[in-house]
């Protein structure tokens, strides 16, 4: 069973906007945080943004910092993910992660992942 679904990447020129999307489920939005995470090729996965989704309190990792923004609607069990002012370097597959705690790596769903393309 499908647990968090992923929408909203494509390929877009530096400096230029995305908004990702995650629906999750009761099951997922009972978990304490949820948040993006990227990877690009020969990287490791890397934390992006991470929400506490009953104080709605966030974390940006400091690459992103002033960029993006990560939000939460807790009506339709959905994270977002305002991408501005992207990179080449922003390039990746982002995927949407919940858990008790993302911040600490401690994840109990992913998504299936979406691809983000920055051309110069």
């Known amino acids: 069973q499908v647990q968090l679904v992923e929408s909203g990447g494509g390929l877009v020129q530096a400096g230029g906007s995305l908004r990702l999307s995650c629906a999750g489920n009761g099951r997922t939005f009972s978990s304490r945080t949820m948040g993006w995470f990227r990877q690009a090729p020969g990287k490791e996965r890397e934390i992006v943004a991470v929400?506490?989704?009953?104080?709605?309190?966030?974390y940006h990792a400091d690459s992103v910092k002033g960029r993006f923004t990560i939000s939460r609607d807790i009506a339709r069990n959905t994270v977002s993910l305002q991408m501005n002012s992207l990179k080449p370097e922003d390039t990746a597959v982002y995927y949407c992660a919940a858990g008790p705690s993302l911040s600490q790596r401690i994840v109990a769903y992913w998504g299936q992942g979406t691809q983000v393309t920055v051309s110069s």
């Open positions: 929400i506490t989704l009953s104080s709605g309190s966030s």
